[in-house]
């Protein structure tokens, strides 16, 4: 009989523990699915936020390669447009200096032959005036290349003057003109110019 009492005992015991556990489960269970719509649309709210995340991410990497490829090519073409300038002002100088010896030799020929050699000596100079060639130096280095008068036969009847006009004025040399200056400002005064 003790052992019965023991058990009605333990019984009576464990159905209120018993009881007690399956409120705990209902409570849980209830708790859980009152918040379980809660957490749901939490849940969801972050899977939209991340995924306009992921969104704006992709399109902000897609604009910044864009953008990069923006930058290299107008690199590219600033490289291009700088060459090009440099190409220019280098031919600028070139004929800056050939007609510089044009005046100083009098010759094309010889001139483009002493540009080659000044050019190869490094004998040209780019100033902020423009460019200079060093003639001492580069006829020191080729005296053939200074002019040297031709002596002419006169003959009997020594050649005159040539006449004024205004292709022969045109086709005068610098130092010709120079020498000459005086005479061509007489002529046109006297209307003798052709």
Do not use: C, H
């Not at 009492?5 to 849980?28: F, H, N």
């Not at 080659?116 to 490094?122: E, F, V």
């Amino acid at each position: 009989m003790n052992e019965e009492l023991k058990q009605d005992q333990v019984a009576q015991e464990a159905a209120p523990a018993a009881q007690t556990q399956s409120q705990v489960q209902e409570t849980a269970a209830q708790g859980e699915s009152a918040q379980t719509p809660d957490s749901v649309r939490e849940l969801e709210e972050l899977r939209r936020k991340a995924e306009a995340l992921e969104r704006e991410l992709k399109r902000t990497r897609e604009e910044a390669a864009s953008r990069r490829v923006e930058k290299k090519s107008l690199e590219e073409r600033i490289q291009e447009l700088e060459s090009s300038l440099n190409a220019m002002r280098e031919r600028a100088a070139l004929e800056a200096a050939r007609a510089e010896l044009v005046v100083a030799l009098g010759d094309k020929g010889v001139a483009e032959a002493a540009l080659k050699l000044a050019r190869a000596d490094g004998l040209i100079k780019a100033e902020a005036e423009g460019v200079q060639v060093d003639l001492e130096a580069l006829f020191a280095k080729y005296p053939f290349l200074r002019a040297k008068p031709v002596a002419r036969d006169a003959g009997a009847n020594p050649p005159g003057t040539p006449v004024l006009t205004r292709e022969a004025i045109a086709n005068m040399t610098p130092e010709e003109y120079a020498k000459r200056r005086q005479e061509i400002l007489d002529a046109l005064r006297q209307g003798r110019i052709r």
